[in-house]
């Protein structure tokens, strides 16, 4: 959507910058969008220029920024009241001419009561606020999408199956708790499972979503097991692989989630890389 925008405005000539903002630390974070100076704090070997510089005359799309911390915040608050940056070490600051456009996938005016987001950002971030409906809200666009990814992931892999209807059928009743990304994973999975030529056929699908049963033991304990994994699985899917936040979905602490995903064969370490 944020593209769209920007693609379709007269400032589409001009760069279109995105920062997914709970993906970059926040000692790194500072730096990506403010820029710094040589010498400004160990590391800092030359002049760098922050994205904000870099999306002047553009738009900057600012992706999750419920998850930026308040220190960062309070710096984003000045550059949108003021339209003018000043890079780590400088003692000047920059004019700008950027358009913010902001995303989150949690009500900020809660956010802001329970204390984790500043009320007064909210405000100068709240002048045209548009919904994006979630996927299990529009299932007519579930076949469209899906076949969008599978383009892309079919490509990656060097597959040149098609997709059934029974398989868009499916996705399409499919209630995709974690929205878009969920349906970009699965399709991702699914690529690597589908032959070279041919159809992709309804059995490839993770059971949760083709509505078969996924457990098969007959004894207790193992199928406890095969649900919990699946269970798991899924919040991983919602989370987009982030083991942090699948654990505060699940209600579980981040080292929690580890020994269940040790207990059910997921994973065996904290220091071994993640397979979603």
């Known amino acids: 959507m944020a593209r769209a925008i920007h693609y379709n405005s007269a400032r589409s ?18 730096s990506e969008l403010f820029g710094h100076m040589k010498g400004s704090f160990t590391g800092a ?28 915040q309070v710096k984003l608050l000045r550059v949108i009241q003021q339209q003018e ?36 950002l909210r405000y100068r971030l709240d002048v045209i ?15 469209s999408l899906a076949r969008h990814f599978w383009l ?15 398989v868009l059928t499916a996705l399409a009743r499919y209630h995709w708790p974690g929205n878009v990304r969920e349906l970009q994973n699965v399709m991702a999975a699914l690529a690597v499972e589908a032959p070279v030529r041919g159809v992709v056929r309804t059995a490839l699908l993770p059971a949760v979503i083709s509505g078969t049963t996924s457990v098969t033991s007959a004894r207790f304990s193992a199928a406890r097991t095969q649900w919990e994994r699946r269970f798991v699985e899924v919040a991983l899917a919602r989370a987009g692989g982030s083991r942090t936040r699948a654990a505060r ?6 080292q929690g989630l580890l020994k269940v995903l040790h207990r059910v064969g997921l994973q065996s370490t904290d220091s071994e890389k993640s397979t979603y």
């Open 152 to 166: 892309a992931a079919a490509a990656r892999v060097g597959s040149d199956a098609t997709l059934t209807h029974g």
């Open 85 to 120: 940056v000043r890079r780590i070490g400088e003692t000047f600051s920059r004019k700008l001419d950027v358009r913010f456009v902001s995303a989150a996938n949690r009500d900020l005016r809660t956010e802001g009561e329970e204390g984790r987001f500043r009320h007064d």
């Open 45 to 72: 070997m030359a002049n760098k220029a922050g994205l904000f510089e870099v999306a002047n005359g553009g738009t900057i799309f600012l992706d999750e920024i419920g998850d930026t911390t308040p220190m960062i």
């Open 13 to 30: 000539s001009m760069p279109f910058v995105a920062v997914n903002c709970s993906a970059v630390p926040e000692t790194l974070l500072e």
């Open 129 to 143: 606020r548009i919904r994006i409906p979630s996927l299990r809200e529009r299932p007519e666009d579930v076949p």
């Open 249 to 254: 979905e699940l209600g579980l602490t981040r």
